[in-house]
């Protein structure tokens, strides 16, 4: 079962920043935190991962909290574009017999408007 | 680099009739994971192979199986064809297997069992 719990659906007015909530209370120590996205009916899009420490890369922010039971993903100007499926995924390691594989949950359907 | 492959795009075929599917990883990837995506069960882990090995198993019944080449190339193949096989098949490729090498995804097979 998907380790993280998302709304269920979010809007977004086009050029604010969207702010997509993710919990994760039960992650441990060596897990990380993935956030991909679905736009309808085409392959998952990787955007961003973490362990503990804020990340940013050149379509999202991270923000993990210091405990590591939650997170948010930040696009820091929404587009129509953005508009799709979000899941926050956390990542079992290696090194445990089901190690590596992602276990998508029902994710966020973020709606972007004008 | 080019993206991960999968052919063919669109199938359809009838109940039961076995179908085989194919997957291109990206250049230097060794790993490749297929997934399942229905409307009722979401984004569900199949397999993942590495060096021609499979190392990681969903919980799916033996009609699913899939092998891969000495080239990364992999494919799936399900047997015995049933209405509930109606999916977008997708396939991801990491350089290696495990919790840091990000996975990407190709296109999916949309496979439709009449």
């Known amino acids: 079962d998907a380790k993280t719990t998302q709304p269920t659906s979010m809007d977004c007015a086009e050029g604010r920043a969207a702010n997509l909530p993710c919990n994760h209370s039960t992650i441990s120590g060596n897990e990380y935190v993935y956030w991909y996205r679905q736009i309808h009916s085409q392959g998952p899009q990787y955007i961003i991962h973490g362990l503990k420490n804020n990340e940013t890369n050149e379509m999202a922010s991270l923000i993990i909290t210091e405990d590591r039971k939650s997170s948010t993903l930040i696009l820091p100007h929404a587009t129509l574009r953005d508009t799709a499926v979000y899941y926050c995924i956390v990542r079992v390691p290696l090194i445990y017999n089901q190690g590596g594989k992602l276990i998508f949950g029902q994710g966020t359907e973020l709606s972007v408007k004008p | 680099k080019a993206g991960v492959t999968q052919t063919p795009r669109y199938l359809i075929k009838t109940r039961g009739q076995q179908v085989t599917l194919s997957c291109s990883p990206i250049?230097?990837?060794?790993?490749v994971s297929w997934y399942q995506q229905t409307p009722g069960q979401g984004l569900q882990f199949l397999f993942e192979?590495?060096?021609?090995?499979?190392?990681n198993k969903g919980n799916f019944p033996g009609r699913f199986s899939g092998r891969q080449f000495s080239n990364s190339r992999s494919e799936m193949n399900v047997s015995t064809l049933e209405l509930g096989d109606s999916a977008l098949y997708l396939c991801?490729?990491?350089?290696?297997?495990?919790?840091?090498?990000?996975?990407?995804f190709g296109p999916g097979t949309r496979l439709t069992v009449l």
């Open positions: 250049s230097g990837h060794r790993s």
């Open positions: 991801a490729s990491s350089p290696q297997p495990g919790g840091q090498d990000t996975q990407y």
């Open positions: 192979y590495f060096s021609e090995t499979q190392r």
